[in-house]
């Protein structure tokens, strides 16, 4: 089992930026697939990005393509979420998740399909 912990959240100005980090310890990082979801308040869980265990393939929210990007550092155990061009309704807590994974190629959307979470770490966007 990995265990993950996210750093980096904070309070940003409507089309500012910000770096989340999760890093990951435990197990072996490279056999984990890695997702980003956030909730805002009153709000269900929402999948946000995802990158497969080679770091080659990427998958992204709608309602963020083209503003964040994901990506991962073998050697640092840590996973990336790039946030450019905030909006207010990016506010929420930001979580990542891994899933273990076999074979790259797939890619998971749903919060169901990851079998180990991080606390959390808040982004306030505001107006």
């Known amino acids: 089992q990995v265990q993950l912990v996210e750093s980096g959240g904070g309070l940003a100005h409507a089309g500012g930026s910000l770096r989340l980090s999760c890093a990951a310890s435990g197990d072996t990082f490279s056999n984990y697939a890695m997702g980003w979801f956030r909730q805002a308040p009153g709000k269900e869980r929402e999948f946000v990005a995802f990158?497969?265990?080679?770091?080659?393939?990427?998958y992204y929210a709608d309602s963020v393509k083209g503003r964040f990007t994901i990506s991962r550092d073998t050697a640092k155990n840590t996973v990336y979420l790039q946030m450019n061009s905030l909006k207010s309704e990016d506010t929420g807590v930001y979580s990542c998740a891994a899933k273990y994974e076999l074979y790259a190629g797939n890619y998971y959307t749903w919060s169901e399909q990851y079998s180990n979470w991080g606390r959390g770490t808040q982004v306030t966007v505001s107006s």
């Open positions: 990158i497969d265990r080679s770091g080659r393939s990427t």
